[in-house]
Every structure is written in C-alpha cells, then in structure tokens.
C-alpha cells in the first residue's frame, strides 16, 4: 500500500487532469476488472456527497479498485459511515482518509434554511437524521457572515466539522491519525472549475 502523501499525490494529479481536459481514464481496462476479481487495494477512502455533479472516480480521473468510496447527502458521518472509513484503514490498509464537501450543495442549502426558519417539522425522520448531522456546523459559521457568503461559508464548516466530528468518534482512526500511520484531510470541490482544493493538511487528534 502506498503512504499517505503519495496516495494525496495521486489525487492531486488525477484532480489536475480531469481539470485541465487531460484525463487519462486509467484502469479501467478487461484486465483491471480481472485483477481485482479476488482482491482490492484502493490507494485511498474518500466520503464525499451523493451529489451527481460530483462523480469521485471521475474528478480525481482514477479508475477500477483505485478509491473506497462512501457517499452520503451532506457527507455527514452516521455509524455506519464511521464503520465503512474505519473498514477501509484497518482491513483494507488504506493510509489517505478525505471527507470531500463541494460548491452549491444542496443538503448544506436545506440544513440552512430549515435552521433559520425552525422548519425542521416539515422534514421526514429520515432526512432530519441528516440534517441533524449538519446544523452544527451552521453553529460554527460566524454570525455577522453576510448573506451573500453564507453558504459558501457553511460548506467550509460543514467539511472541517465532519472531520472534526470523525476523529472525535471514531478512537481507532483518531489513534491511527495521532501517530502518523494515516492522513485525514478536508476537501472542497468546484463545480465551476473542476479543482478540488484541500482546506487541512496533517490532521491531528
């Protein structure tokens, strides 16, 4: 398995070319599919959003078997989340964790305005689950940001949050994390230019 600064290299290339129009689209040959019939070694775990705009594989121009992917509206941590990162460090050996929020988001527009108009009623008990993952990092906007910045403000913190929120809950990545053997990072992708921009770099417990 290759390490986490490596891994981050790879990302940030693949990133680089689906950006500039040059990507390569690798691994995603017969015999890529057939190599990884009995095994797999992605390079790295990405929890990003369910949003069809970002397609992970595509924007960081990887392929079969490269990336663990898990995707939820808001890319907000449920148990089961949590169990799927930790699955992909210790059974899989995956060194490079990234929680990946992106430009526009929906959840992040909904969470927004059911906070301020106290909507939450209006919400089913399956998408207030949700919704109940992100209001806190609606707490941590600074409350004299102006309108216009708000939910670009709001994805930011939803994305340090979620971080924040894993090593907090999750001992074993938290311990992974302390002592150097993984990398979790914070990302923000741009719907507009394609880049993915890393907001934290050497995350600590």
């Given at each position: 398995?290759?390490?986490?600064?490596?891994?981050?290299?790879?990302?940030?290339?693949?990133?680089?070319?689906?950006?500039?129009?040059?990507?390569?689209?690798?691994?995603?040959?017969?015999?890529?599919?057939?190599?990884?019939?009995?095994?797999?070694?992605?390079?790295?775990?990405?929890?990003s959003c369910?949003?069809?705009?970002?397609?992970?594989?595509?924007?960081?121009?990887?392929?079969?078997?490269?990336?663990?992917?898990?995707?939820?509206?808001?890319?907000?941590?449920?148990?089961?989340?949590?169990?799927?990162?930790?699955?992909?460090?210790?059974?899989?050996?995956?060194?490079?964790?990234?929680?990946?929020?992106?430009?526009?988001?929906?959840?992040?527009?909904?969470?927004?305005?059911?906070?301020?108009?106290?909507?939450?009623?209006?919400?089913?008990?399956?998408?207030?689950?949700?919704?109940?993952?992100?209001?806190?990092?609606?707490?941590?906007?600074?409350?004299?940001?102006?309108?216009?910045?708000?939910?670009n403000s709001?994805?930011?913190?939803?994305?340090?949050?979620?971080?924040?929120?894993?090593?907090?809950?999750?001992?074993?990545?938290?311990?992974?994390?302390?002592?150097?053997?993984?990398?979790?990072?914070?990302?923000?992708?741009?719907?507009?230019?394609?880049?993915?921009?890393?907001?934290?770099?050497?995350i600590q417990?």
């Amino acid at each position: 398995m290759i390490s986490s600064q490596e891994a981050l290299n790879r990302l940030i290339e693949g990133n680089d070319r689906f950006a500039q129009g040059n990507s390569v689209h690798p691994n995603r040959c017969e015999e890529t599919k057939n190599a990884l019939l009995k095994q797999q070694k992605p390079f790295v775990a990405v929890l990003s959003c369910s949003d069809s705009r970002v397609p992970i594989e595509i924007i960081f121009d990887a392929g079969l078997g490269d990336i663990f992917a898990v995707r939820t509206a808001g890319h907000v941590l449920s148990k089961e989340v949590i169990g799927s990162l930790e699955y992909a460090v210790k059974m899989i050996g995956v060194k490079l964790v990234i929680i990946l929020g992106h430009e526009n988001c929906g959840a992040i527009k909904t969470a927004l305005t059911t906070y301020q108009n106290k909507e939450y009623g209006e919400l089913s008990e399956n998408l207030q689950s949700i919704m109940n993952h992100i209001y806190p990092a609606i707490e941590n906007v600074p409350k004299d940001t102006h309108e216009d910045d708000l939910l670009n403000s709001a994805i930011k913190a939803n994305i340090n949050y979620q971080v924040e929120d894993l090593i907090k809950k999750d001992d074993y990545l938290a311990g992974k994390i302390k002592s150097g053997d993984i990398m979790l990072l914070g990302a923000e992708y741009s719907l507009a230019t394609g880049k993915v921009e890393f907001l934290s770099a050497g995350i600590q417990a």
